[in-house]
């Protein structure tokens, strides 16, 4: 059986961001959790975008891609904040697999406007919770069964706080998630939201940071929400990054239990 993880484990952060999860110790092996959630990537295409963060995402997204990819069949999921794919109700495009379909999709996209990162998520966790709300009913009572429905991590890469007047959006979306996983006594790693802020703008920093330690304390909900503040120089922003702060997170809220009820679900 795997060892369990903890947040008290003796592992070291990533040099060059400031994170509130943990790097994982072997990332060839943790990199098969991938399978177990779905992975969504929320791009910020605001105006303020445009140039290196732009092309920082872009490289980090092709290289994630074919990771994904090796683990899990699905691929990655891609949304942006207001550009939508017109084949997909959510506007959504799915099972991206290959470095050439993300920089095909990125290739269309033009960052401009407002950043309105909590309508976006509520367009995104809506249709989610509602088909996990479903599985638990079916689930009933016994809650040491697995939900049919795969746990999502959705990765927000952003260099921007939302835009005036949309702050309380994000608030409200996050915080009403987080409510009905209580209520419903969803799995801890049921729904993963990861802040990545490109750039270094410090009130993006100090807002973020406000979304990962306050929330929870201020309405009595559990803790969702993880950031990383990338400082390093530009160009460095990388898949490999990523996907160990993410998995990070997921370790953070996995036990012996829940290894043993993937051990079991992998002899099914």
């Not at 703008?201 to 100090?206: F, I, L, P, R, S």
């Amino acid at each position: 059986m795997p060892p369990s993880r903890t947040e008290s484990d003796p592992q070291q952060l990533i040099p060059g961001i400031r994170s509130s999860v943990q790097r994982v110790n072997n990332p060839d092996t943790d990199y098969a959790l991938l399978r177990r959630f779905d992975t969504i990537f929320l791009i910020d295409d605001s105006s303020s975008m445009r140039g290196q963060n732009w092309n920082e995402t872009l490289d980090a997204l092709v290289n994630i891609s074919p990771i994904c990819t090796k683990h899990d069949q699905d691929g990655i999921d891609i949304y942006f904040l207001k550009h939508r794919n017109p084949r997909d109700t959510q506007g959504a495009f799915r099972m991206v697999s290959t470095p050439q379909s993300v920089e095909t999709i990125f290739g269309s996209v033009y960052p401009h406007g407002d950043t309105p990162i909590g309508a976006r998520l509520k367009e995104i966790l809506e249709p989610y919770m509602e088909d996990l709300a479903e599985s638990l009913r079916h689930r009933g009572t016994d809650t040491d069964s697995i939900s049919t429905v795969k746990p999502i991590n959705i990765i927000v890469i952003t260099d921007g706080r939302p835009t005036d007047g949309l702050e309380n959006d994000l608030v409200a979306t996050i915080v009403a998630t987080a409510k009905q996983l209580d209520n419903w006594r969803a799995d801890e790693w049921q729904v993963g939201i990861q802040f990545f802020q490109v750039g270094r703008d410090k009130k993006v920093t100090e807002y973020l940071r406000y979304l990962d330690d306050d929330l929870r304390e201020a309405y009595g909900v559990r803790d969702i929400i993880d950031t990383v503040t990338w400082d390093k120089d530009p160009g460095e922003l990388s898949a490999d990054t990523i996907l160990k702060v993410v998995l990070g997170a997921v370790h953070r809220k996995y036990d012996r239990q829940v290894w043993k009820a993937l051990e079991l679900w992998d002899q099914e």
